[in-house]
């Protein structure tokens, strides 16, 4: 088995990819690439289906949600957790993988956003987002807030969730 096929499983579930010739052609002409990114250029030619290389970027995701070494925050203030991935899908990889799983194939065209992340026990993590969400996480982009000022009155029920969920992490009372 190709390590390639063996880091992107779900890609033999929804094409039939010849891994000889694409692991030879990405090891010869795309290496400056990510394998994902890879495949979005070939989706881009017209080569293959869109779809492939985002189940590709969502299984990277996956990987670097799980391996990602950040640390942490402790100081005072409230962060967005930093192991957070957030990916703009065309396609709801999520739900066509656990069909797979049952044995049903299809392709599920769903625009969304979809955030992996490990929560403080280390699991992972998803939720998908409304732009609402994105909206208010928007505001912990470029670092810690001191205070939970930037959430408004409406929006105070949801942001409890995230920090709940682990997704936003509150560490002003530490």
């Keep these: 088995m190709h390590a390639l096929q063996q880091m992107f499983p779900s890609l033999t579930l ?3 990819l010849d891994w000889d010739a694409v692991t030879k052609e990405y090891e010869t002409e795309y290496m400056d690439l990510s394998f994902p990114e890879y495949l979005q250029q070939k989706a881009l030619d017209g080569d ?5 290389f985002e189940l590709a970027f969502y299984e990277l995701a996956l990987f670097d949600a ?7 925050p402790h100081r005072p203030g409230i962060y967005l957790n930093p ?4 990916l703009s899908l065309e396609f709801d ?4 993988l656990k069909d797979a799983q049952g044995g ?3 392709v599920i ?3 969304h956003v979809l955030c992996l992340y490990r929560d403080a026990q280390d699991a992972l993590q998803t939720l998908e987002m409304s732009d609402e969400d994105l909206e208010l996480l928007e505001h912990l982009e470029d670092g810690p807030q001191d205070s939970r000022d930037f959430v408004s009155k409406k929006s ?4 409890q969730k995230f920090i709940e969920n682990g997704l936003v992490l509150d560490l002003l009372e530490a």
């Design 14 to 16: 929804f094409s039939d």
């Design 156 to 159: 105070e029920g949801h942001f």
């Design 93 to 96: 990889v999520r739900q066509m």
């Design 48 to 52: 293959c289906p869109p779809y492939l």
């Design 109 to 111: 065209e769903r625009p």
């Design 83 to 86: 192991t957070a991935l957030f």
């Design 66 to 72: 799980k391996t990602s070494a950040e640390p942490f």
């Design 104 to 106: 049903q194939i299809d």
